[in-house]
């Protein structure tokens, strides 16, 4: 069984950065295509990015295309989430999720396997 965790989570001021990062254990996530969601308090859970499984293809919802990047290091197991120019649109539960294929999707339907999530809150 695939586990997956995030970290990194927390507060910053609108306009900063952060870095989720999302760590596989349990079993390898060779041949997974990795995403991340996020869902804020009484809206549905949304797409955020999505990554294949080799890293070279990586899709973004309108949202946060330009200021956010998502990156993965196979050899460590992790997956990354970088956030910059945070806006009062971006606190939510950050939820990272692996699906079994090597392509990208954007629907959550699609992922396997999903992590508790972390918080992030923008202040202004």
């Known amino acids: 069984q695939l586990q997956l965790a995030e970290a990194g989570g927390g507060l910053v001021q609108a306009g900063g950065s952060l870095r989720l990062s999302c760590a596989a254990s349990?079993?390898?996530?060779?041949?997974?295509?990795m995403g991340w969601f996020r869902q804020a308090p009484g809206k549905e859970r949304e797409f955020v990015a999505t990554i294949s499984w080799s890293g070279g293809s990586t899709r973004y919802a309108e949202s946060v295309k330009g200021r956010c990047t998502i990156s993965r290091d196979n050899a460590k197991h992790t997956l990354y989430l970088q956030m910059n120019s945070l806006n009062p649109e971006d606190p939510a539960v950050y939820y990272c999720a692996a699906r079994l294929s090597t392509v990208t999707s954007s629907r959550g339907s699609e992922y396997a396997y999903w992590g508790p999530g972390a918080q992030v809150t923008v202040s202004s």
């Open positions: 349990g079993r390898t996530v060779s041949g997974y295509a």
